[in-house]
C-alpha cells in the first residue's frame, strides 16, 4: 500500500513539473509576444553603435540596459543565427528558419527602444568617430549610403572563410557560414543527385557526380560530413537504391588528425567513427588547387615523400577556417597599434581595441587569446553590456556627487553632514563600479556530432574535464544545443524538425 502511495505521488509531481514546465514556457511565449511599450531613448545620451547581430553583439544587447545609452546596431543580416546547428540546414535534418532569431524580436523586449538599420559597415574612422554604412540588399531606397556617428563603438562583425588565395575556391567551392551557405549546400546535394540520376550518365559520371568532398577537418567540415553521410544512409539510398555504390564522402584536412582541438582519445574515436561510416579521411592533405570538376592535393607520405593526387567532385565544401573581414582589416591598417596583428582586432583585457579611445571589439573578429567560439563571443558581449551598464551607472553617480558637493558650497540650509554622508557613500559605490574585473573566459567545454547518432564531448567538470563519446553523448549534445537556443520559439521548431525527419525523413525535394 506504501509503495503505491509513492508511486502515486510521484506519478503527481511529475505530473505537476509538466504542468509548471508548460505553464513557465507559455508565460515566456505570452511575454514575448506583448512586449511592454519601450521608452524612446534620451538625446542627450552617448550613442553606442553595435555593428553585427551575430553571438557576440546579440549577447550584449540581451544584457545592456538601454535605458542608458542611444543604442544603434548595423548588420546586413536582420536576425541572429544559431550556427551550431547549421550543419545539420545543410541536409534539412532541421529548416533554416528553425534556428533564425529576428534582431527586430530581440529588440523589441529591450526598455528602451533601439535603432536597428539592415546595412554592411564598409568603413570606420576612428578620428572622426563614425561609421560609413550602405544598403547590401536587392531593394534600394533614393539613399543606400550613409554615415551613422558614434561616441562608443562595438565591433562584432564575426569572420570569414579562409582560402589562403587558393586558386578556384571562391569560384568553384561552398561555405558553411551563413543560412544562404546552408541552402546552396541544400540544393546543390540534391543537383548532384539529380544529375546522377540523368538518362544514360556513365557510371564514372556518377561517381564523380555523387563525390562529395569535404575540405578541412575542423569541427565544421566533421560534422557537415557526417551529417552528409546521415543523409545519404537514412534518405538518399531508401530512395534511389541502386546509388547505393556510387555516393562517397571525402574528408581533407591538412594536420595529422581532424578535431585537433579535442582530446587524443576522441580524436582517436571520431576518426575510427567516421570510418565505420565509410567516410573516407585524408588527413597531412594539404588542397592546393580547385578547378569545376577536380581538387588538387598534396599528401604527406609516411616516407617523408610527397605526393600530389587530384580528386573528381560533385559538390566541394570549404571549411578551411576563419579569416579577417575587409572592415576590419581596413580598420587595423588606420590603427599604428594593430600593425603587428594578423588574426583580427587586438584588445586588452577589457576588450578596448588597442591603440583607440571608445572602440571595443569581441567575437571571432577580436584577438584576445581565445578561440573563435560562440562561447567565447556570447561571454564577451554579456562582460562588455555589464561594463557598459557600469560605465552609464559611474557617469550618473558622478554626476549626482557633483551636484550634492555644488549644493554644499552654495546652497543656504543644505544639511551638511547629512550632504558629506551621502557624497561619502556616492564615492564608495562609485569605487565599487570602477573596480570592474578583466574580462575572464571559463569554458565549458567543446561538442560535436560524428554521425550515425554519435557525438563526442570535452566537457569541464569541476577542475577537470570528461571526455566521452557516443549515443549518450549525442542526447547530452542534443539537449544543450536544445538548451542553448535563443528562444522558445527556436526550440519548439528545432524539436518539430527533429521528429518530421525523424518521422517522415528528410525532405529531398530541391527548391
Ligand atoms: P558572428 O556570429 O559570425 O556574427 C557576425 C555578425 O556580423 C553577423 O550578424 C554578420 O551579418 C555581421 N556582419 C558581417 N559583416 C558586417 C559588416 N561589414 N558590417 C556590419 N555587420 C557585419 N562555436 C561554438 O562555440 N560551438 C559550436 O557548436 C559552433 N558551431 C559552429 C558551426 C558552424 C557551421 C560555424 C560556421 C561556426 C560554429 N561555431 C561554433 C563558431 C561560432 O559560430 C562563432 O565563433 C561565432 O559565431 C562568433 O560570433 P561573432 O559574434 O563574432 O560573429
Ligand atoms: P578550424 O580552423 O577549426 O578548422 C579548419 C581546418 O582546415 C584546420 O584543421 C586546417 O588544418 C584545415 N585546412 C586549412 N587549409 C587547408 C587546406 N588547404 N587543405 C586541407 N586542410 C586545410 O575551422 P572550423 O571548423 O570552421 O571552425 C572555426 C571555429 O569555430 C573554431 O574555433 C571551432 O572550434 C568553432 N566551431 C566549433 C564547433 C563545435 O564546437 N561543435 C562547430 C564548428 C565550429
Redesign the pocket.
Known sequence: KRGFRKLRFLWRLTYLSLFAGIGYAGYGIWLDRHPAPQQQPDPNKKTLVVLGTGWGSVSLLKKLDTENYNVIVISPRNFFLFT?LLPSCTTGTIEHRSIMEPIRAILSRKKTSVQFFEAEASSIDPDRKVVKIFDDSEIKGKISETEVPYDMLVVGVGSET?T?G?QGVNEHSCFLKEIGDAQRIRKKIMDCVETAAFKDQSPEEIDRLLHMVV???????V?FAAELQDFFEEDIKNLIPEFSHHFHVTL????PNVL??FSKQLIEYTESTLKEQTIDIKTK???KKVTDRTVE?QCSLPSGSKETIVLTYGLLVW????AVRPLVKDLMSKIPAQKDSRRGLAVNEYLVVQGTRDVWALGDCAVAGY???AQVAAQEGAFLAKLFNNMAKTESVEEEIQNLSSSLNVKPGVNAAETSQTIEQLEQQLKRVRDAKPFHYSHQG???YIGSEKAVADVSWWNGNIAAGGKLTYLFWRSAYLSMCFSTRNRFLVINDWLKSKTFGRDVSRE
Open positions: 551550431p579562409a589562403f587558393i575540405v578541412g577537418g575542423g569541427p565544421t567540415g560534422e581533407i584536412e591538412a594536420l585537433p582541438s592533405t594539404v588542397v592535393a571549411a578551411a577556417g576563419n578561440a573563435p567560439t567543446s561538442l560535436a
